[in-house]
């Protein structure tokens, strides 16, 4: 009699437990069929916490034992939920305000090149929480966006944009044959309205500097090793070492 009691106790909590792991993976599993942009993302995630810990109340209360203990597990799990939640929100709803700032401003898009503490890549998704770059060895680089929000950021768009190399040669060659050969480098890798600078006058040579309009920003990093080799291939025609 005492076991059959027992077992009539608990038909309660088991009939949760299998509820609740029931709706869990349902919901995950039409959840997973969607899409699996960045804002799905989010939304499935606080979707399928928001029933976990649901569903985990809903457990306890359904226990079998005293209405005091209960309350004390309840407590206790409302107070650790809440902490958790202290701690983690200031980073959360910082990269959401961030988020909604950089979206606001709109620097830079999917396709933009942008540059920040020496990372180079191109913007591959601009989600609510984070930005993810492809950097040039097809890496993927996830960027927090109150990072992106409190430094700087060079952003070169997809529309174009000046590649530029320098190079240092020395006082012995006159600069007119210099510029004309890197102005003829320029123009053999693609480049286009090219200027050459002077950049710095050193004590054994000087630094020249040379621009080219790519149009195309999607090839500009093999566009800058190009335009190393034509002005390799450039200076040797004008027999300058």
Same mark, same amino acid.
């Given at each position: ?100 700032? %950089? $979206? @606001? ?6 396709? /933009? ?6 990372? &180079? =890549?191109?913007? *591959? ?57 890197? %102005? $003829? @480098? ?6 286009? /309205? ?6 710095? &006058? =050193?004590?054994? *040579? ?36």
């Amino acid at each position: 009699m005492n076991v059959l009691e027992l077992i009539q106790d608990w038909v309660p909590t088991f009939f949760s437990v299998l509820f609740v792991v029931a709706a869990y993976w349902i919901v995950k599993y039409l959840m997973d069929k969607q899409s699996n942009t960045g804002s799905f993302s989010i939304i499935r995630t606080i979707v399928l916490f928001s029933i976990a810990l649901i569903g985990f109340i809903f457990i306890i209360l359904s226990i079998p034992m005293d209405e005091g203990i209960k309350g004390q597990i309840t407590g206790l799990f409302g107070i650790v939920i809440s902490a958790g939640l202290a701690l983690s929100s200031a980073t959360f709803i910082g990269n959401g305000l961030a988020g909604v700032m %950089l $979206r @606001a401003v709109n620097s830079y898009k999917a396709g /933009d090149f942008i540059e920040i503490g020496g990372v &180079l =890549g191109r913007v *591959s998704e601009k989600g609510l929480l984070h930005t993810e770059i492809q950097t040039e060895n097809r890496d993927l680089v996830t960027l927090p966006n109150l990072h992106l929000a409190t430094n700087p950021v060079r952003v070169i768009r997809a529309s174009g944009t000046f590649v530029n190399a320098a190079v240092s040669l020395g006082y012995d060659v006159n600069q007119h044959k210099i510029k004309e050969a890197l %102005l $003829r @480098a320029s123009a053999n890798a693609g480049l286009e /309205d090219s200027f050459v600078h002077i950049t710095e &006058l =050193g004590d054994f *040579s000087v630094v020249y500097k040379v621009f080219g309009l790519l149009k195309d920003a999607k090839t500009m990093i093999s566009a800058r090793s190009r335009l190393y080799g034509c002005m390799l291939d450039a200076l040797h025609e004008s027999d300058i070492e």
